[in-house]
Nanobody, 127 residues
Framework: QVQLVQSGGGLVQAGGSLRLSCAVS????????MGWFRQTPGKERELLTA????????YYADSVKGRFAASRDNAKNTVYLQMNSLKPEDTAVYYC????????????????????WGQGTQVTVSS
């Protein structure tokens, strides 16, 4: 059973930075991809980034491209989301997710949505 435990997040002023972490336990060789979502009330869940544990390209949503960066430490089974130049509209609950199914780029939205999720962490950006 894969478990994801998130840390990081909090309150930051616009223009500031935060880093989210997601520690994955129970991961096997079949765990294919990771991603980060965010959710705000009344809005559709947004896939921010997705990538394979084995490498290759990383997908970024246009809304965060150039400001957010995903990384992974395979030895620690931990992934990170570095968020820079934060804006008030980045305020949301952020989730990491993983899937055993092959996917790429935005095609990971469904696979990750059906996968295993972290508990979520609130990010609030004040203006």
């Amino acid at each position: 059973q894969v478990q994801l435990v998130q840390s990081g997040g909090g309150l930051v002023q616009a223009g500031g930075s935060l880093r989210l972490s997601c520690a994955v336990s129970g991961r096997t060789f079949s765990t294919y991809a990771m991603g980060w979502f965010r959710q705000t009330p009344g809005k559709e869940r947004e896939l921010l980034t997705a990538f394979s544990w084995s490498g290759g390209s990383t997908y970024y949503a246009d809304s965060v491209k150039g400001r957010f960066a995903a990384s992974r430490d395979n030895a620690k089974n931990t992934v990170y989301l570095q968020m820079n130049s934060l804006k008030p509209e980045d305020t949301a609950v952020y989730y990491c997710a993983t899937t055993d199914y092959y996917c790429s780029d935005y095609g990971c939205y469904d696979a990750l949505s059906r996968g295993s999720w972290g508990q979520g962490t609130q990010v609030t950006v004040s203006s």
